[in-house]
C-alpha cells in the first residue's frame, strides 16, 4: 500500500490534496498536527467521496517524533495537542469511520488501551498503529526489536517503527525488523527518515512493511527523503518482477498464495493485472508467474506449499487434467483447464476461458438465436464454440486447416467452412481466435478488411496489441469491435472469483492490463 500524508497548512488545500491522493494512493494519512484549521468529519468526507477503497489514516503526531523537510512554524504545533485533547480526536476519527488511528508508544499504556477499548465498545472496524519516531538517529537492531516489542504488548494491530538513517546500514536494521515482525506474524510499517533512508523507502513495502509513504508530484512532504507516489511505484513494479519467485517467502502465515503455471510465462500480464486485484480486494497473498520443466512436480508443489490457485496456460491447458482430483462439467466439455483451485490439498480444474469470452460477446449483444462465425479450431476456437452453444447461439467455424474445422464442427455439431470462404460467410458476430495479428505481426489480419461490413460486431481474443488491424479494418468501416483485453481481464476475474468466493475489480484489472501494454506499445514505436 502507498499512503500519501496530507499535511497542508489550510483546510482548503487538504482537500485538494486528498482528492489527488485518494485517485493516486491507497491510503492518505490526515496529519491533523499539521492543519490548524483542518476539520476532521470534512476532511475524512472528502476522502470517501474521492474514493470508496482509499484508507483513511489519521493522527496528531508528537511534535518530538515529527520530523519535517523544511521549518515550520505552526502555532498549536509549538507545544501539540494535549493527550486528552489528542485521544478525543483520535476516538471522533473511529467514530467518522477512519479505518486506522496511529498513536505514538510515548503517550503510554493507559492512553493507547483507551483507544483500543473505545474501539472494541463502539464495535469498530478502525486499526490501531502504534508508533514510535527518531528523528535524529537510528538506535541498534537490539534496541528496535525492544521497542518493537513494547508495541505489540501494547495491543498494536500495526506496529510502526521509523528511524532516521545517519548511514546506509541503519535501512539494513529496519529491513531486519520487517522479517523480525513477519515471523511473529505482526504487522509493521518501517524504514528510515532522511536522505540516506530512501532506499529503505523503497524496499520496505516490497519487503512486507504494510504501507509506504510517498508524495503527490508538487505536494509537500512530510518528512524528509519521501519519493513521489509515482517513482515509489515503478520501483516498487520493478523490484517485485524481478523479485517474484522470492516474495512468497516473505508472506504472513495465513496469507493466500496463486501461481501461474506455464511455459514460457516471461511475458505473462497475469501476476501484474492478478496482484493488483488482490490488493484492492484487501487479500493478503500474492501471485506469481513459474516457468514450469516438470508438471507433475509444479502440480504437487501446489498441494504441498498449500498455494490456494492457479492458473494454467500454454501448453499445459490439457495435460494438467491428469494430476487433478475433479474436473468441472464445463472444463471436462471443453478438455481443457486454466484454473485450479486448490482446497485444503484437494484440487478441482475449471476453465474461465470460455466464460471470459462469452460474457464480453453477451455484454454487447445477446447471444441467444444469433449467428456467430469463429476463424480458427485450436483451444481458444473451442471455448468458444462450446460457449456460444450454450447460450442458445449458432456458431460457424472456420478454419485454415479444413480437417480441424471438421473435426470441432463434428464434436458440437456446427457448420464449418476453409478460410477462403471467408467473403460468402454472413452472421451477426466474427470472433478471431488465431494467433493472426499479434505482436510482432501487428500489420496481419486473418481476413480481407471489405469482408467485415458482412458482421454486426467484430471480435479479437488477441490483446497485445490492444487494437489489432482486424479491429481498426472493422471500425473504420463502422462495425462494432471488442478487444481481447475484455476476454482476458473476464477470464481472470473469473479465475479470482473461483480462489476468493468475491468478485473480482473488472475496472481496475482492465485499467492496469491496458496501461501497461500502452506503455509497451509506445516503447516499440
Ligand atoms: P491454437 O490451439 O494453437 O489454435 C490456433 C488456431 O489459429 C488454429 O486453428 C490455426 O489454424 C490458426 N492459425 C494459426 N496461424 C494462422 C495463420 N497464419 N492463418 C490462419 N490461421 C492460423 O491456439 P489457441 O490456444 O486457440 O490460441 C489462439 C489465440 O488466442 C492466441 O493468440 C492466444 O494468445 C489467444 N488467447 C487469448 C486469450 C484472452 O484471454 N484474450 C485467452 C486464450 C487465448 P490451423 O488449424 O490451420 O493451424
Not at 210 to 216: D, N, R, S
Not at 455 to 464: G, H, S
Request: charged share 25%.
Amino acid at each position: 500500500m502507498i499512503c500519501i500524508p496530507v499535511t497542508d497548512k489550510t483546510h482548503k488545500d487538504a482537500l485538494q490534496t486528498i482528492e489527488r491522493g485518494a485517485q493516486e494512493a491507497d491510503a492518505v494519512e490526515l496529519r491533523m498536527d499539521l492543519i490548524p484549521d483542518g476539520d476532521l468529519p470534512g476532511l475524512i468526507d472528502a476522502a470517501r467521496r474521492a474514493s470508496k477503497r482509499v484508507k483513511i489514516i489519521v493522527t496528531c503526531r508528537r511534535p518530538e517524533e515529527a520530523l519535517l523537510p523544511e521549518p515550520i512554524d505552526l502555532p498549536f504545533r509549538k507545544e501539540g495537542l494535549s493527550l486528552a485533547a489528542k485521544i478525543d480526536l483520535l476516538k471522533q476519527a473511529v467514530e467518522l469511520g477512519a479505518d486506522f488511528v496511529d498513536i505514538e508508544l510515548a503517550c503510554g499504556d493507559r492512553a493507547i488501551r483507551q483507544i483500543l477499548s473505545f474501539i472494541r465498545r463502539r464495535k469498530s472496524t478502525a486499526r490501531v498503529i502504534v508508533s514510535w519516531h527518531d528523528v535524529s538517529q537510528a538506535p541498534s537492531l537490539a534496541k528496535l526489536k525492544t521497542i518493537f516489542h513494547a508495541c505489540m504488548k501494547v495491543g498494536a494491530d500495526i506496529v510502526k517503527i521509523v528511524p532516521y538513517a545517519r548511514k546506509m546500514e541503519d535501512n539494513l536494521k529496519v529491513l531486519s525488523l520487517i522479517d523480525y515482525a513477519i515471523a511473529r506474524d505482526q504487522k509493521i510499517i518501517a524504514m528510515c527518515m532522511g536522505e540516506l533512508g530512501q532506499i529503505s523507502r523503497i524496499m520496505a513495502p516490497v519487503w512486507g512493511s504494510y504501507l509506504g509513504f510517498a508524495v503527490l508530484r508538487g505536494g509537500k512532504k512530510s518528512a524528509p527523503g519521501q519519493m513521489t507516489a509515482r517513482t515509489m511505484k515503478e520501483f516498487q513494479h520493478l523490484l517485485q518482477r524481478n523479485r517474484r519467485s522470492v516474495q512468497p517467502w516473505l508472506l504472513p502465515p495465513g496469507a493466500s498464495n496463486f501461481v501461474l503455471l506455464g511455459h514460457p510465462v516471461r511475458h505473462s500480464l497475469s501476476p501484474l493485472m492478478h496482484n493488483k486485484a488482490l490488493e484492492a480486494m484487501q487479500i493478503e497473498g500474492h501471485y506469481s508467474a513459474f516457468c514450469v520443466n516438470d508438471l507433475a512436480a509444479a502440480i504437487e508443489g501446489i498441494r504441498g506449499m498449500n498455494i490456494r490457485g492457479a492458473s494454467v496456460t500454454i501448453p499445459f491447458k490439457t495435460t494438467v487434467m491428469e494430476y487433478l482430483d475433479e474436473i468441472d462439467e464445463d472444463a471436462a466439455a471443453l478438455g481443457a483447464v486454466n484454473t485450479i483451485v486448490n482446497d485444503r490439498g484437494r484440487l478441482a480444474g475449471y476453465n474461465t476461458d470460455w466464460l471470459g469470452l462469452i460474457t464480453a460477446v453477451q455484454d454487447r449483444m445477446n447471444i441467444a438465436g444469433k449467428t456467430i462465425a469463429i476463424i480458427g479450431a485450436g483451444g481458444t476456437a473451442r471455448a468458444a464454440v462450446y460457449g456460444i452453444k450454450k447460450q442458445g447461439g449458432n456458431p460457424i467455424i472456420i478454419n485454415r486447416t479444413l480437417d480441424k474445422a471438421r473435426v470441432l464442427a463434428t464434436l458440437f455439431d456446427c457448420p464449418f467452412y476453409p478460410l477462403s470462404a471467408i467473403g460468402k460467410i454472413r452472421a451477426h458476430v466474427l470472433i478471431n481466435t488465431t494467433s493472426v495479428g499479434m505482436y510482432p505481426q501487428i500489420h496481419q489480419s486473418p481476413v480481407p478488411a471489405p469482408v467485415l461490413v458482412n458482421f454486426e460486431l467484430v471480435m479479437d481474443v488477441i490483446y497485445n496489441p490492444l487494437m489489432t488491424k482486424l479491429l481498426r479494418d472493422a471500425e473504420t468501416r463502422g462495425v462494432k469491435t471488442i478487444p481481447g483485453l475484455e476476454m482476458f481481464v473476464r477470464q481472470g476475474a473469473g479465475q479470482l472469483k473461483l480462489w476468493t468466493g468475491k468478485e473480482a475489480p473488472l475496472a481496475l484489472m482492465k485499467k492496469t492490463v491496458r496501461e501497461r501494454l500502452k506503455n509497451i506499445e509506445n516503447r516499440d514505436e
